[in-house]
C-alpha cells in the first residue's frame, strides 16, 4: 500500500536526514521506497521538505502529489506545505515551533524539539525523536527497522543518544495519537 509522506522544517533541522533513513529502513524490509528534498535559498535557517514515498509495488513518479502524512517542524513549514495533504491524512506538529496551527481535522502535536533538548541534550536530535513518532504513527515499518536504520546512519558515537530519541519519539506519540 503506497504511502507519500513529507517532512519539513528549516535547514539544518534534519529532517532531509530523517527522510534518507525512513527509506532505508524501507528498503531494508524489501519495500520499494523514493526520496526527494528541496531547500529554501539558504543552505542552514532556509525552508526544506523531504519526500518519502514508501510501497510495494514499484513507484514510477518519485514526487510525492498528495501526502497521507506532512511533518512540520517550523511554523513557515506548515503553512506552506500543509495545503495539499489528503483529507484524510495526517499533520503532525512540533507543539512549540508551531503555536499557529493549520485549520486540517488531523492534528497531531508534540513537543518534538523541547524532547530533544530536555531529554537528550540538544536540539539536533529532534529529526530522530520525529521519526520515531512518525513510525509509530503511521506503522509503515518496523521500530526494528528504523532503529536499525537510524544505527547505521548516524555517526557511530551518536548512536546512543539517537537510540534514545527515537525512542522518546516513539513514547511521545502513544500519547499524542489525536
Sequence with gaps: ????????????????????ILAAAAVDEGKQAVQSQSYGPEARGGASKSEVI????????????????????????????????????????DEQLVPNVPDFPHVVRIPITKIAIEKVGKPLFANIVALGALVRLTGIVSFDSIKKAVANRVPPHTVEQNMKALELGWEAAASAKN
Design 1 to 20: 500500500m503506497r504511502k507519500q509522506l513529507r517532512l519539513s522544517g528549516s535547514g539544518g533541522q534534519g529532517v532531509i536526514t530523517a527522510a534518507i
Design 54 to 93: 514508501i510501497d510495494d509495488a514499484p513507484i514510477y513518479h518519485p514526487h510525492v502529489l498528495v501526502p497521507d502524512l506532512v511533518l512540520a517542524m517550523t511554523q513557515k513549514a506548515a503553512d506552506k506545505y500543509y495545503k495539499d495533504l489528503n483529507p484524510d491524512g495526517l499533520l503532525v506538529l
